[in-house]
């Protein structure tokens, strides 16, 4: 059994900790946040966007308990000082936001760690996508990109594999996040992520695609897209825009995407459907894409959209988390 623990108990860290504990493979043995463990406690039992936590949860010194099970938490601001050694900890889920750098991630090997998966996006670490390059991942420290890049990557993969793809550009739709602000306030990042989140649809600049491109690097400089935030928490959809290197049909693309989608390689992480889905129907979906068939145009053979839901927290989580599992 594969020991991990978290770095950062954030949004994605809560989650992981959450889909590991529905696992048999995996056993969570350290925390470390610097919020206080009753914080953290309180936000891992209460979740407005999943809702109470099934699992009983509370605080006995310096650890959380999971129904009994003990979880050591720590507040340190420096990694080599955490104790990874201490709690034979093999794989560390980085999920600060800000350790996001080769040099950094290393810090947590010298701390005692055999594996560092970062959970997000990355300058200078191999980018790995589970189900579309899996083996990349074999590796001490890579990062698993971003819930937009898992969820168009393996529709990308799929459809350049089976159909080719000259060029494509990336739309989603996607939920708010804590980058964003709750009233209009100045950004750092970009003026329209400093409105209001809750009260408009707000065009953003994404490294999406671009993050694809490292995954599948045959696609560098064929592959871009945007984002628009919108007033909702969670659940987003990717509108993946291409040109096909043949004349295709709808009846075709979604015939691909259903077969690839019942594949050992894929039934984990690609889903399908014809129902009449909104954002709120995906909601803690394990998948890192649920094309919506329904959806697929072709325009003269060649020009062709797909539409593909995802739950832009948990799913992405789940990604990680399959991903640890097959080191």
């Known amino acids: 059994m594969k020991k991990i623990a978290i770095n950062g108990f954030g949004r994605i860290g809560r989650?992981?900790?959450?889909?590991?504990?529905?696992?048999?493979?995996?056993?969570?043995?350290g925390i470390n946040d610097l919020m206080s463990i009753e914080n953290a406690a309180y936000l891992l039992k209460y979740d407005t966007n999943y809702g109470k936590y099934e699992k009983a949860v509370a605080v006995e010194g310096d650890t959380i308990l999971i129904d009994g099970k003990a979880i050591k938490y720590t507040s340190i601001r420096d990694i080599e000082n955490l104790p990874w050694k201490e709690l034979e900890a093999e794989v560390i889920i980085e999920s600060t936001g800000i350790f996001t750098s080769q040099a950094a991630a290393?810090?947590?090997?010298?701390?005692?760690?055999?594996?560092?998966?970062?959970?997000?996006?990355?300058?200078?670490?191999?980018?790995?996508?589970?189900?579309?390059?899996?083996?990349?991942?074999?590796?001490?420290?890579?990062?698993?990109?971003?819930?937009?890049?898992?969820?168009?990557?393996p529709v990308i993969e799929i459809l350049g594999r089976r159909l080719g793809i000259k060029k494509a550009i990336l739309n989603t739709t996607h939920a708010y996040t804590a980058s964003q602000t709750l009233v209009d306030a100045p950004s750092k990042r970009e003026p329209r992520m400093g409105r209001a989140a809750a009260n408009n649809l707000a065009p953003a600049a994404t490294g999406a695609a671009i993050a694809t491109t490292k995954a599948l690097p045959q696609y560098a400089g064929k592959f871009d897209g945007i984002a628009v935030r919108v007033p909702v928490a969670v659940g987003s959809i990717s509108d993946i825009t291409f040109i096909a290197e043949r004349p295709t049909s709808v009846e075709e693309i979604n015939q691909i995407l259903t077969e690839e989608a019942a594949t050992p390689r894929y039934e984990k992480v690609l889903a399908v459907t014809d129902e009449p889905l909104v954002s709120s129907d995906i909601v803690k979906s394990p998948f890192a894409a649920t094309v919506d068939l329904e959806m697929t145009r072709v325009v003269d053979g060649d020009l062709v959209k797909v539409m593909a839901w995802y739950d832009n927290e948990w799913g992405f989580t789940n990604q990680m988390i399959r991903q640890i599992q097959s080191l």
């Open 106 to 153: 290393d810090q947590h090997l010298a701390a005692g760690a055999k594996f560092v998966v970062i959970s997000g996006p990355t300058k200078d670490t191999p980018t790995v996508v589970h189900g579309v390059n899996t083996e990349a991942g074999k590796v001490a420290v890579f990062s698993c990109a971003s819930c937009t890049t898992n969820n168009i990557s």
């Open 15 to 29: 989650a992981a900790l959450k889909v590991i504990f529905e696992t048999t493979d995996l056993e969570l043995v």
